[in-house]
């Protein structure tokens, strides 16, 4: 809020949307909500999807990972939601949640999770089918879109995602499954939907037939995602900014599938329909500014040892008050903001990285008092 | 959620909005939107902002309260927001907040809180009119609206508030201020907007000048924050169902002002415009439903030893984990769904007082498992 009352604009609408995962989204929709009610006023809506994916020692640890992915949003945009597809499944679990507020460690049952990820797919898909099918009087399925972008917390739930909608569109009929994947599905077709979401053969099987879909059809969302890690509320959109880094020049008129997931859990299937758009909001331009591979090169790399001690560090520093962190600001590309103290009362002071080509009121670095 | 799973709905949109007392007109506005916006699918939405507000112990501990209030957003409401007059505030200060994730207790700047609430009013104040005479081609004052109804932490606020309007509106001349009123409010409009929010002689004079228009215009809100205390995001909406109580059978045609002020700060002036509505969506049904005198009446009197007491044991166990909670239900009303017990994983277990009355899914008492 600093930078925009800097500016002199204090008029500003909307606040936090707090939901794991599926935070991103549910600011997504509500802006662009904002900008088709009565209430809009003609300016931009701004999404700041933003987390650092940490865990405990453990397992989990290396699926870590942290990023921002911020969103303009208007009308006439190269990219618009195709809102009557929606479908939307919510429920109450304890898959993956973080109940020790002195801590920022979340307690996993992954095995919950990952059945919950499924079984919420499940059930946007049957929604987002019949939604789709309300609407256009024909019936859905993966052939119908372009490109599918799921919730990436690591790359094989994103393989078995896929697979799955396979295989219900094997369970639906539809007509594009040739003889050959059929016959490999058949023997799963009488599973329960809990022996279906165990079963380790039809993970497999299925896999196998959408091989050459997936690679297709989801592969090009799979680069930052595999880069970066885990990214909790950005993952979804980062993975979609990997089709826009790979495909800008040819996704003019395709339709981009996109399955948001939190924890607890609440879920959307939505599709996105892209048209190259006219510059500066054209797909290529979007691709130019994002500069995935100097972001990606720019990156730097640490020994284990050193993101163990770093963690420990936050840690110590979690809801903690009256510290100054590192002057070092080295790693830091220029035009970062960073966090250089926090009070006795815990209140944050931050500063920003010289940048030369910075644009807008500021001047040089900037301390934003409270 | 549980409750909606149990009716076979798990598909519902909408995340909690978190912003201090603002939340739940965040959620209001979210809502909103979401009816108008193109991906509405025609179902009726709800909000429902609650809070319990509690301090350490110290003078601000007698203020706090609890309170939820449930709003049904759908088209041809009997209240209805004026979407196009809304004027927002936002600003990046501590004057009140929970730094400490480890208890509930607030650290509260009270000087600076009263001050920002106060800037706060006056920047919405200003937009507020500045939008309604571009779309209405003349001044907005505060005779325009029927009722005013702030964000009600203590009375005394809120006297300070409707007072420092009407110094607004002398000081951007409005016709409407006699003589008297002028030369009484004269020797303070050389102040500055710093020396203003100071002055202890300008509150006593304008306040003084208003007494009669507050009377009409401001009391018939004061009811329920007078009677339970600050509600946090909860407050500005009981404030408003207080004059629906106070005033249902003549508000048909009459405008209400809102201001919603949520500590950080965000700050919004907003416009209802009211018509009777038809049954079951009526003014009369919605003041029969709400039922404020029976559920005032309904309080049960604690000595402030025991009040303590229950804060203590709440400070225990905020938090916490593996815990039962009281059996003795006695002083619940029927319906209610209140904590069983926290497991060692932290989930947490609900139950439902008998309610004979009770209507939907619900079967005599329920326990909602994770």
Redo the contacts between chains.
């Keep these: 809020?600093?930078i925009?009352?800097e500016c002199g604009n204090?008029?500003?609408?909307?606040?936090?949307?707090?939901?794991a995962c599926?935070?991103g989204t549910?600011a997504l929709?509500?802006c662009?909500?904002?900008v088709?009610?009565?209430?809009w006023d003609g300016r931009y809506g701004l999404v700041v999807c933003t987390d650092s994916a940490v865990y405990a020692e453990g397992p989990a640890r290396p699926t870590g990972g942290a990023a921002a992915i911020a969103m303009l949003i208007g009308p006439n945009a190269p990219i618009s939601?195709e809102?009557?597809y929606?479908?939307?499944?919510?429920?109450?679990?304890?898959d993956f949640?973080k109940?020790?507020?002195?801590s920022e460690y979340p307690?996993v049952d992954g095995k919950l999770s990952q059945t919950c990820y499924l079984m919420a797919l499940d059930?946007c898909y049957n929604?987002f089918c019949s939604k789709f099918e309300k609407f256009e009087g024909r019936m859905f399925s993966i052939v119908e879109a372009d490109y599918f972008v799921f919730h990436s917390p690591y790359n094989k739930l994103v393989q078995k995602s896929f697979a799955r909608l396979y295989f219900n569109d094997f369970k639906r009929n539809c007509s594009f499954i040739g003889k050959e994947a059929r016959d490999k599905l058949e023997p799963f077709s009488t599973l329960s939907g809990d022996e279906s979401y165990q079963s380790r053969d039809l993970e497999k099987a299925s896999q196998m037939v959408a091989k050459h879909l997936y690679d297709k059809k989801v592969q090009p969302s799979t680069l930052l995602p595999k880069q970066v890690g885990n990214m909790y509320t950005a993952s979804l959109y980062a993975a979609f900014a990997s089709v826009i880094h790979k495909k800008h020049n040819i996704l003019d008129g395709q339709r981009v599938v996109m399955f948001s997931y939190?924890s607890g859990l609440?879920s959307?299937m939505f599709s996105f329909k892209l048209n190259d758009g006219q510059h500066p909001f054209s797909l290529s331009n979007i691709a130019n500014v994002l500069d995935i591979p100097r972001k990606l090169e720019s990156r730097y790399e640490v020994s284990p040892e050193k993101f163990v001690e770093t963690l420990k560090l936050m840690e110590h520093r979690y809801?903690a008050?009256d510290f100054l962190t590192s002057k070092d600001t080295a790693l830091l590309s220029p035009g970062t903001f960073y966090l250089t103290h926090v009070d006795s009362?815990?209140?944050r002071y931050y500063a920003r990285k010289v940048d030369d080509g910075a644009v807008g009121c500021a001047n040089g670095p900037q301390v934003?008092g409270?």
């Design positions: 809020m600093q925009f009352e204090t008029d500003v609408e909307g606040v936090d949307s707090t939901n599926y935070g549910a929709f509500n662009v909500n904002w088709e009610s009565s209430c939601l809102s009557k929606r479908g939307t499944h919510m429920s109450h679990v304890y949640y109940p020790n507020l002195a307690v059930s929604r939190g609440t959307t809801g008050k009362m815990y209140r934003n409270h």
